[in-house]
């Protein structure tokens, strides 16, 4: 990532726009798809937004490139808690 973007990340980050960051990031996967960063920070970013689902998805993909990860652990184990409960998180 270039500074730009990682300002750009960090700014929506910090004003808690999670779906600027998914588009940024998303953009960024496309040049560095096994990045452990992106793929933990736009996992996040989906589950903030109650979309455990694709954070879930996206924690599996983390685990397959890098099997010991504790991001991969983190985000599989919540984005499951609230697809167990069924629950929408409220933003």
């Not at 726009?17 to 989906?46: C, H, M, Q, R, V």
């Not at 599996?60 to 599989?76: H, K, Q, V």
Request: glycine share 4%; with cysteine.
């Amino acid at each position: 990532m270039s500074a730009e973007d990682w300002e750009e990340a960090a700014s929506c980050f910090y004003n808690q726009d999670w779906k600027g960051l998914i588009e940024i990031n998303e953009a960024k996967l496309k040049d560095e798809p096994n990045s452990e960063f992106l793929l933990w920070e736009t996992a996040d970013a989906y589950f903030t937004l109650g979309e455990y689902k694709v954070a879930l998805e996206l924690g599996e993909r983390i685990r397959g490139l890098y099997p010991d990860s504790p991001n991969a652990t983190d985000i599989i184990a919540r984005a499951k808690t609230m697809l167990e409960k069924n629950v929408k998180q409220e933003i």
